[in-house]
Nanobody, 123 residues
Framework: QVQLVESGGGLVQAGGSLRLSCRAS????????MGWFRQAPGKEREFVAAISWSGGSTYYADSMKGRFTISRDNAKNTVYLQMNSLKPEDTAVYYCAAKAEFASGNYKSYDYWGQGTQVTVSS
């Protein structure tokens, strides 16, 4: 069982930065791949980034490449999402998620979810 709690969301101007954190409980965090997803009102949940259990492999949605960076610290049971050059269209609730085995961009393959943190980017 893995419980996830996100933090770090907020209101930021376009072009600004935010760093989201997701702290996991449970002793098996380092056996889980982690992902970040987002959902804007009226839209489907969207893949943002994912990272393997070791942190050695990372994956990004095309629109996030070069702006967002996912990382993890297994000693702290925490995964991060550094978001730079934010745009108004990045406004959404951001969720972290965990799954066994391999990282994936398919949200349906994730077993555990946090409650989400709101990110709002003003123009």
């Amino acid at each position: 069982q893995v419980q996830l709690v996100e933090s770090g969301g907020g209101l930021v101007q376009a072009g600004g930065s935010l760093r989201l954190s997701c702290r996991a409980s449970g002793r098996t965090f380092n056996r889980h791949a982690m992902g970040w997803f987002r959902q804007a009102p009226g839209k489907e949940r969207e893949f943002v980034a994912a990272i393997s259990w070791s942190g050695g492999s990372t994956y990004y949605a095309d629109s996030m490449k070069g702006r967002f960076t996912i990382s993890r610290d297994n000693a702290k049971n925490t995964v991060y999402l550094q978001m730079n050059s934010l745009k108004p269209e990045d406004t959404a609730v951001y969720y972290c998620a965990a799954k066994a085995e391999f990282a994936s961009g398919n949200y349906k393959s994730y077993d555990y979810w946090g409650q989400g943190t709101q990110v709002t980017v003003s123009s």
